[in-house]
């Protein structure tokens, strides 16, 4: 008697299944929506003067007078300060240090009476009206990075957010 009700639930199961129709599949559509995609690469930047000109020393010699000091305006040729010869022997004509661009006094390594010798750093000149932008990108975003590339430079403390566009990218790894 087992077997019999056995066989009885297993018919009874497929003509039940037999009486359905197949359910059709839901599919939802919706209308496609042209958007850009892209990817946010965000890097520290460092802001530098596009012209900095270092002032050497042309010769030997102390300096006897300042004419220019930290943070004035100097056009290209002013005088930026003197330096007299020490030799006491031979009377040569003081040697007149002259700002080789337009800008502002950005560093004086020396003072007056400073003892300088040839080619020694005197001062820099710097035109901050011309400034570029140094990025460091990492070497596994580089491919991404290109010249025209449009990105924008936020200040920290501000919400001033200024255009950019990458001019250049070096082909050289900073070690």
């Known amino acids: 008697m087992g077997m019999t009700w ?8 497929s003509a039940f299944a037999a009486d359905e129709k197949p359910k059709a599949p839901v599919v939802l559509v919706s209308p496609a929506r042209l958007t850009s995609l892209f ?3 965000t890097y520290p930047a460092r802001v530098v003067p596009k012209v900095n000109a270092n002032v050497l020393a042309e010769s030997d010699g102390v300096v006897s007078k300042i004419n220019a000091p930290l943070g004035q305006k100097v056009g290209r040729h002013q005088k930026l300060m003197v330096i007299t010869h020490t030799d006491p022997v ?5 040697v007149i240090v002259t700002a080789p661009v337009t800008g502002i006094v950005s560093q004086v390594e ?8 040839k080619g020694q750093k ?7 009206s011309q400034i570029r932008i140094l990025v460091e990108i990492a070497a596994a975003d580089l491919p991404n990075i290109q010249a025209g590339l449009a990105g924008e430079l936020s200040l920290p403390g501000t919400d001033e957010k ?6 250049g990218v070096s082909p050289f790894v900073d070690p």
């Open 162 to 167: 200024i255009e950019v566009k990458v001019r």
């Open 39 to 41: 990817d946010v690469l």
């Open 90 to 94: 031979y009377q040569y004509a003081p």
């Open 6 to 13: 056995l066989a009885f639930c297993v018919l009874t199961a």
């Open 122 to 128: 005197l001062a820099s000149v710097t035109d901050p």
């Open 110 to 117: 020396v003072t007056e009476g400073s003892l300088v010798a």
